[in-house]
């Protein structure tokens, strides 16, 4: 069978032959549809991360697929994959079959695509958690999202105002307005964040981005509010003013959704549900498995929609 295979950190992606996996107890042996790639395998891929596979490995932390072998599922069931140690700890979903451990598993309805089905969970449990697990957002409330063109961004975006919050969307430029909603209110920061948020109120940041672009939005947060970070694409840093910051009094809540995993999982078939009957929408953007490497790079592109995924013979 095909695989992508990494064999040194930051080595371009190949695709080899593997020999096919035989399943084992406690394991699942499921046909990949499409293979989610993702912010998380390329921080493994670069070596940036905690902990990674034994090299050569195969990247790939979610999937979608159908079963081939399993005592838990029967053959020919759909399902999505994440977790479990896949494409961090062990070979990941980038690969015509998966071997993977049963608990990583779960059934994808019918009404649910495989490329769909495979690259939901990440950023619809992460917008999901981050503003009811962690912000523990109230209807009325001002939520401000930075990246809101992004998968994350885009979902917090559906997600609070269809919790009765006010939202504003902050975006990188003004040809992305027309990507939301009515009722939302847009903000481009095309060239001076700080000049552009000035003035701006919010109970509640969601921000996605990092970077400069945090520090001149953590200022728009009120005293008292929340800001839930939750990524770092425009850079890894962040510099306070402490004694400003202090008296602000506003508190950073980083979300970890591998600590969270458990209740990313409880809330997919919600999620999945609302994405089968249109309530939510997510921008997947397919890959042939040989195009890993250019997938890598697109995820990387600044206003770049919705997420990457391979699919398997296209």
Partial sequence: MKAVRIHAFDAAPVLEDVPVPERRPGRTIVQMHAAT????????????????????????????????????YAPGQRVWLRGAGLGTVSDGTWCELIDAPDEAIAPLPDAVPAPLGAAFFSPCTSAWVALHGVARVRAGEHVLVTGATGAVGSLAVQLAADAGAEVTAVVSSRAQADRFAKGTRVIAVERDPDAVLKGLSADLLVDTVGGAHLAAALI???????????????????????????????????????????????????????????????????????????????????????????VSGG
């Fill in 37 to 72: 790639v993702g912010h998380i395998d390329r921080t493994v891929w670069r070596g940036s991360f905690l902990r990674h596979p034994p090299f050569p490995y195969t990247p790939g932390v979610e999937a979608a697929g159908v079963v081939v072998a399993s005592d838990r």
């Fill in 220 to 310: 728009c947060v009120r005293p008292g509010g929340r800001a839930v970070l939750v990524g770092y694409t425009a850079g890894q840093t962040l510099s306070l003013d402490i004694a400003h910051f202090l008296q602000r009094d506003v508190a950073l809540l980083p979300l970890n959704m591998f600590r969270r995993e458990a209740e990313g999982r409880a809330a997919a078939p919600e999620l999945l549900a609302r994405l089968s009957d249109g309530r939510l929408h997510l921008e997947v953007h397919t890959f042939a498995l040989g195009d890993a490497a250019q997938a890598l790079d697109w995820i990387t592109r600044r206003g770049h929609r919705g997420r990457a995924v391979l």
